[in-house]
């Protein structure tokens, strides 16, 4: 059989995932340690703000966790050539505090518990810095754009339509959370791109 000369496998870099993980490990940790329902302690703060960002690891079940840590995975394993450690670690901070001040403030929740608003964040985000970055030589961009209107039919599906109560997630869906966390990522997206083209024309060099 005909080997391709110095060819090297392209190999997962757990280093760009770390955040991710501890993310993932956080979750775990928390539901174990609260199993009880989460609405039954959701006074922690005295303050809905600081509520959601301690609730956002919380889960109302097994499935509701495990539906959660598939998509964080997804994320870190799927994303991962084209994000960076920092950039990781980023997305999720921000998607995590921003999807609490849009439930404390925009679309004002009684209660919240999950991380599928900061996860649609951390998606919406990823989706576009690697939109950006694909090149053409590295393979077509219609899996990008697929995803991408996923999302959106999922966004207009759960508008239009009330999702209630989830049987797998064991308890009802807060699509409040989800737009928030698309929002976040699109502001997320919006401050990192700046801050490339920022780095890019501070490196151009100046003509006399």
Same mark, same amino acid.
């Not at 059989?1 to 392209?10: D, E, H, L, Q, S």
């Given at each position: ?10 190999k997962f870099d757990y280093r760009r995932v770390v955040?991710?993980?501890?993310v993932g490990i956080v979750a775990l940790a928390t ?21 959601? $960002? ?12 495990? $539906? ?27 998607? !995590? ?13 009684? !209660? ?31 899996? $990008? ?64």
């Open positions: 059989m005909k080997t391709i000369g110095n060819y090297t496998a392209v955040a991710s993980f501890v539901h174990l340690a609260l199993f009880e329902h989460p609405q039954q302690a959701l006074d922690l703060t005295g303050s809905f703000f600081g509520d959601t $960002l301690l609730t956002q690891f919380m889960h109302m079940g097994w499935g509701h966790l495990l $539906l959660n840590l598939a998509g964080l995975a997804v994320l870190a394993w799927g994303f991962e050539s084209h994000i960076s450690a920092k950039e990781d670690a980023f997305l999720l901070l921000g998607a !995590w505090i921003l999807t609490a001040g849009y439930l404390s403030w925009i679309e004002p929740l009684r !209660w919240y518990c999950g991380l599928s608003g900061a996860l649609h964040g951390v998606f919406v985000a990823k989706l576009l810095l690697t939109w950006d970055r694909h090149g053409i030589e590295k393979g077509p961009r219609w899996p $990008l754009l697929v995803m991408g209107l996923g999302l959106i039919a999922k966004l207009l599906i759960e508008w239009f339509q009330n999702p209630g109560f989830d049987a797998l997630a064991g308890g009802p869906v807060a699509v409040e959370g989800h737009r928030g966390g698309v929002l976040a990522g699109l502001v997320l997206y919006a401050i990192l791109r700046a801050l490339r083209l920022f780095k890019t024309l501070n490196a151009s060099p100046t003509s006399d």
